[in-house]
């Protein structure tokens, strides 16, 4: 990014980096569309505005929130790397434009219908065009894989809306979205780690320089790919759990390789790490149980039947009394402990067969098998009489 394209730009200082209205917006986005979540699926409806609640909360934590992450940083980075005059002025406004019409779109799918499908797979498809564009024009050969994975996010959420509620091609497309922002991670924190790094560690004169990019990082890239593309297809296979934990494990050594804890201490620092830390030991120690995927019961109980459960049962106001499961402390009563997985009854509340019941989710990415090998929660509530 020049500095003669960013005073010679006269408009709001918003739309002066690519990273602004995404960035700013995005997360607002995600504090409101969480807490939106949150009322729906504690209420028991399973439903926002009238579309699929939680459809509506996967594809916009993956293809609004995600998404706009990704635009904000790439719009301000590519520049830099192409040497090109950054995106500005009424051209983000349009693109920004794009997707905000698409959250609202989104909400209003249930009365747009397609419409609403257009709208938002809109931003996704313009952004790739853009991105792939910039490079081209810039001749900067060595970022097509980043042009790659942003028109795999496009596919992706064209995908996620074809394939429908609870289909197969829905699934894969969200295991893709979240795949293709992991490879560019990946690929991206190899440069601008490294080199952050080195430079702090030059104005200071200390540590060791971090390594430069070479085979090692490429084997290590290489295989994440193989890694995240047997998340993709084979999800449910041992093997692919052992190919992520592989592919974690190198990652690890090869974030160590660029000397990152060589930049010292401050409060700021042992902050983060600690509440890293902490996260994952929660994510770790959270206590589920096991379901198969395979399991009919799995697949009908909807999160409706769980919600009605949990409203009617009598004991439910009390999570030391014995009854029902309690996801949000991690607690199973002991009279639930003998019923068969998936059995939902009392107050009239019934098995559905929306394919959706896949328990409570803390995270609903690993819950729905995401992340091959981890147990999943009870498929449903215990029946229990008033």
Known sequence: MTAAAIKVYPGSTLFSFGFRPFFLFGAAWAGLAVPVWALVYIGGGGRVLGAPGRDWHVHEMLFGYLAAVIAGFLLTAVPNWTGRPPITGRPLIALFGLWAAGRVAMLLQARLGAAAVAIDAMFLVVFAAVIWREILAGRGWRNLPVCAMVTLLALANVGFHLGGEGSTLAAVCERLVLAAPAMLIA???????????????????VGTWPATFGRFDQAVLAATGV??????????LG?????????????????????????????GVDLARRLCVACCGVAVA?????????????????????GRLWRDDPRGDDPNQPGPYWPALGRRSQDDADLPHGECGGSGAGCGADGQGSGAHSAWSVRRGLVPGLPRFRSCLPAHSP
């Open 187 to 205: 690929l991206i924190a190899g440069r601008i780690i490294p080199s952050f790094t080195r430079n702090w560690l030059a104005v200071h004169n």
């Open 286 to 306: 959270w206590p589920v149980d096991p379901v198969p995927s395979g399991d009919p019961a799995f697949q009908r109980c909807t999160r409706a039947d769980r």
């Open 227 to 236: 890694a995240l593309l047997a998340l993709i297809c084979a999800p449910d």
């Open 239 to 267: 093997a692919t759990g052992a190919l992520l934990i592989a592919a974690g494990v190198a990652n690890a050594g090869r974030l160590a390789r660029w000397r990152g804890l060589s930049t010292g201490r401050g409060p």
